[in-house]
């Protein structure tokens, strides 16, 4: 047992060294080429998480936008919108279907400004079922739109197909009157979303999620409802899903609500409604407007990305002063606002503020992240036309397979244009990195240690996985994502210097890694984003029994 254990020890520390030389490998390869480079030294706490994400993290929106809705004189939404989508085309076209197939599931939040704005075709509507017409003089710009039923069924034979897990916003302005202040006045009438649930139920549609209203705390967008009516609303729309629900062998989450953070609103909210509320739900735009001249340089400054690790620390901050059980989501995030920015938000530049902000929520016990959108303005996962992938797509599928939901405190030592995080593989028994490099002229050489709190206990973890064979060859994974022809602004993205794109058939690429001695050097390109698979580190956090039960 003694010799065992030696044995393990022996291999734990070959591995340390093998990865502490890869900085020296690394400078030696770089030295052969003109390019310059920086040193960096990452590393990591495998002894627990810090934090633990759900298994479906990424989540994408599908909003209510029609065609003609324009910022900055550019109309970007097409036919994305829940209720021009082409039944006949668009919900059966293959590379939509597959886009959110590979996911396994994708979770999609349905909603957006235009949500609170909306009825439903029930039996007890008796009104004509209009959709939303531009009108510069009502609230959010339309006038009120209409969801029939019958696009209600036919959007639930989609996700079926497709096997979304899908929450849905509910109008939490319905029945109540807007003061010329933008004061929303008086309780939420449930009534017509009451007979939209009881039939959404009656039809066996499964929902994973009702949510409360978008945007409509602290001062609002176009309307504002205080806390304490907010909290009554919540609590309402609570009792009725208990109702509706009762007997059902699984009860939907309640989400809310859906706005952007202001800690004192939030507070007010969490402090009396939280025994209702299982879903903390708040909008992040961190980059600027879709007007914004500075885009780029926003999204490749890292001090301007880290403001937003302060939102992320405060709803934390507040969910733990209530000491509630309701957790964080981001339920919208676009980076750029008013619909993103053509050659930016859809282009390759947008992956870093994006992954950035994946790696960077997670850390801070964010459960899942919606991103907005999955097709519609300039920011959507997918082509608004040709549902063909945009980069950002690609770098959430990676993230999704291989980002497990334990996160590992990761500390980079080096230039401040190096973003690093690690949590347990998804795909191994390992760690998976997620490496992204804002700096446009050098190469990232990187040294990797993990560092335990007892090495006797991680030992034991390891693996003998060579057999006692000498010869065996340690490997790694690592998928290189770079834009096609280091432009930034290219809407086309290489994975390890692959082209990817859907095939005839409407296919999503595989996306498949380098495989990679571990005693070679682990170099992140100018303008790259990488994601490093490592089987070998096994690290208490992510045994299975951490996995599984904490």
Known sequence: MASLFSCFLELYFLLLLLYNSQCSRAEESSSKSSASFEKGSIYIDGSAAIAKIDEDFICATLDWWPSNKCDYGTCSWGNSSLLNLSLLQDLSNKVLLNAIRAFSPLKIRLGGTLQDKIVYQTAHYEQPCSPFLLNNKELFGFTQGCLPLSRWDE?????????????????????????????????????????????????GYTILGWELGNELNGNGIGANITANQYSRDVIALHKLLQEIYKGKDVMPLVLAPG???????FSKLIDKASNYLQVVTHHIYNVGGGNDSDLVQKILDPSHLDEDSEIFRHVQGVLQKFGTSSVAWVGESGGVYNSGRDLVSNSFVSSFWYLDQLGMSATFDTKTYCRQTLVGGNYGLLNTITFHPNPDYYGALLWHRLMG????????????KLRAYTHCSKSSDGITLLLINMDGG??????????????????????????????????????HLTAKDGELHSQTVLLNEKELSVDHFGRIPHLEPLRVKSSEPLAIAPFSIVFVDIPIVQVPACSMFTREYM
């Not at 959007?155 to 929303?184: D, E, H, R, Y």
């Not at 939901?405 to 401040?416: A, C, E, H, I, P």
């Open 259 to 265: 706005g952007i953070f202001d800690v004192v609103w």
């Open 405 to 416: 939901r334990s996160v590992l405190s990761t500390q980079f030592k080096g230039t401040k």
């Open 442 to 479: 050098a190469t990232v050489n990187v040294s990797v240690s993990v560092t335990l709190a007892n090495a006797n206990k991680v030992s034991l973890l390891l693996r003998d996985i060579n057999d006692q064979n000498p010869r065996h060859e340690i490997w790694r994974e690592e998928y």
């Open 155 to 203: 959007l639930n034979q989609f996700f079926k197909k497709t096997g979304a897990k899908v929450t849905f916003g509910l109008n939490a302005l319905n029945g109540k009157t807007i003061a010329p202040n933008g004061s929303a006045l008086g309780d939420w009438d449930s009534s017509n979303a009451e007979s939209f649930i009881r039939y959404t139920v009656s039809r």
